[in-house]
């Protein structure tokens, strides 16, 4: 599965805490332009580009790729696009597993999905 979303491959720390939603600001952190639509999420301290997976108690995961910084709430620990939350099924606060997976490289072809 690296291969095919063409990750660099680094050790995961998974981490886990609150998720919340957002969907404020025109541009990110990175400089992007905000889509509430895209499957991207606000770290504090990952590197831009890092892709993610998220997976809730329940089991539910995405993908996530990390574009913004935030949250800047005690006890959460990712804000995810109102896309990522609505796949995993949640539209406030959701308690999650946050694991990095690698910096995402785009290649010719990509669709911008991240």
């Known amino acids: 599965m690296a291969l095919a979303l063409g990750l660099a491959i680094s050790p995961a720390r998974a981490e886990s805490g609150i998720a919340s939603v957002y969907s404020y600001g025109r541009l990110t952190a ?18 831009f580009g890092t892709l993610v997976r998220v997976t809730t108690s329940a089991g539910r995961s995405i993908l996530v790729r990390i574009n913004d910084r935030g949250p800047y709430v005690r006890g959460r620990i990712i804000d995810l696009t109102p896309a990522g939350a609505h796949a995993l099924g949640f539209s406030g606060l959701m308690h999650v597993t946050v694991e990095p997976l690698g910096q995402y490289r785009p290649r010719h072809g990509d669709f911008g999905f991240f």
């Open 30 to 47: 990175d400089g992007e332009r905000f889509d509430p639509r895209a499957m991207t999420a606000a770290h504090r301290t990952l590197p």
